[in-house]
């Protein structure tokens, strides 16, 4: 089946938090303004329709009429052991799988279950805003290992500060965002197994938050931290369908604990997790048949950030981008213009009128750039960069 991802879907009035979430967008203060003309491209949600099989499979759960209490099926744990095994040729046992309704709470679980109040965790600024929240709200301390942001706009790990920071002995825990939100970088096996090797040798659990692991560009490869590496006691996994195949509102996170003490502290700081009925049908559906739609969406996605770049290398000289190895997210740099951040802020929320995400929000080595959140039809994208354009004219 062909899917046409150009077409707008209005979001309006379905609680999308994108689309109708003035009120929360307002409070949480990214940004001022906000109404029917806004353009939100800021949280990681896709505008594209799903696909097929998975509305299929939503409606016959529908269907049924009766929305009680469900249980994991083995349907749900080989639906995951197939899928990652034929994307990643990664073997996953099935007692290693376990459920959390949420990334970010399994992050927290993860915290909560394997640090203790003062250690300190390794994050990689910029870095997605909620790991510094599940360190700093349970009473932990961010050692922030800065992404090196290189001349051609990529991004290295500083290898020297990480383990000097691992060696910390107060310090118990990396976590890991591979690919990397926001810069879009996806490590190396050969760093992939550097990291693996320094934690280990000083006790360093990885957290890896993998989640954006199945959106990748045609010509990369991804790879999870636990196919690089012998041993992986040292490592839990975060992996999800919220992201790949736009079910973020049906909150289907699976974590991969392969050592069983671990696991069980997992499993007994977070409690008993039920499903709901829709989540089991939707991860059933989509990792047994989403490689068709995936493959059109990424080739969509693909073209649409050659779009953002030509646009913005055309239109904006002066903002460097770069296409990003993975995630659906692009990270501007608007150092160029010289303007502090409340100005940049000021000219795209306010006048402009679209909501991106700004990059301090990502840490200090975010000022000065913008992130924008790019799976929505083209049109609309289009839209939102003309408008901004316009505001910085001034400055071209
Ligand atoms: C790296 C990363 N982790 C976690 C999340 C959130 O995942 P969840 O909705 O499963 O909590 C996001 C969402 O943007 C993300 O980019």
């Known amino acids: 089946m062909i899917y046409d991802f150009d077409e707008i879907i209005s979001r309006r009035r379905t609680y999308s938090l994108k689309w109708d979430g003035e009120e929360l967008i307002k409070d949480i203060g990214y940004t001022e303004r ?12 896709m505008d594209l329709p799903v696909m097929q099989p998975l509305i299929d499979a939503l409606h016959q759960t529908v269907d049924h009429r009766i929305f009680g209490y469900s249980i994991f099926p083995n349907e749900y744990f080989e639906s995951i052991q197939h899928w990652f095994k034929k994307r990643h040729d990664w073997v996953i046992k099935r007692e290693e799988i376990v459920y959390s309704p949420g990334t970010v709470h399994a992050l927290n679980i993860a915290v909560q279950a394997f640090t203790k109040p003062g250690e300190g965790i390794i994050i990689q600024r910029p870095v997605y805003p909620p790991f510094t929240t599940a360190i700093e709200r349970n009473g932990r301390i961010v050692q922030n290992n800065a992404m090196k942001c290189e001349s051609d706009g990529s991004f290295s ?22 690919p990397h939100n ?13 990291l693996s090797k320094i934690c280990e040798e000083h006790n360093v659990i990885i957290v890896a938050d993998e989640i954006h692991g199945d959106l990748i560009r045609k010509n990369k490869r991804f790879t999870p931290i636990c196919k690089v590496v012998e041993n992986t006691d040292h490592i839990v996994t975060c ?5 790949t195949f736009n079910v973020a509102g049906l909150h289907c996170t699976n974590v991969i604990i392969s050592n069983p003490e671990r696991r069980k502290t997992f499993n007994d700081i977070m409690g008993m997790q039920l499903p709901s009925p ?8 989509v990792y047994n048949e989403g490689d068709e739609w995936l493959e059109q969406v990424t080739q969509y996605i693909d073209g649409t950030m050659e779009f953002v770049k030509s646009f913005l290398a055309e239109n904006m000289p002066t903002v460097k981008v770069r296409i990003p190895d993975g995630t659906y997210v692009m990270w501007m740099d608007f150092n160029g213009y010289g303007l502090s951040d409340q100005e ?46 316009v505001e910085f004219q001034d400055l071209e």
């Not at 310090?171 to 890991?176: A, C, E, S, V």
């Not at 926001?182 to 550097?194: S, V």
Request: with cysteine; glycine share 4%.
């Open 34 to 45: 906000y109404d029917y003309e806004t353009i939100p491209l800021f949280t990681a949600d």
């Open 157 to 178: 790990i500083d290898f020297v500060d990480f383990e000097e920071k691992a060696k910390d002995k107060n310090t118990t825990m990396f976590i890991l965002c591979n």
């Open 182 to 194: 926001p810069t879009g970088n996806i490590f190396t096996n050969k760093e992939l197994k550097r």
């Open 239 to 243: 992996t999800a369908i919220n992201k």
């Open 278 to 285: 829709f989540t089991i049908a939707a991860l059933i559906a």
């Open 344 to 389: 940049i802020h000021h000219r795209i929320y306010n006048k402009a009128n679209v909501l991106l995400e700004d990059g301090w929000m990502f840490g200090k080595e975010g000022e000065g750039f913008q992130r924008i959140c790019v799976p929505s039809p083209r049109p609309l994208i289009k839209q939102a960069l003309e408008r901004i354009a």
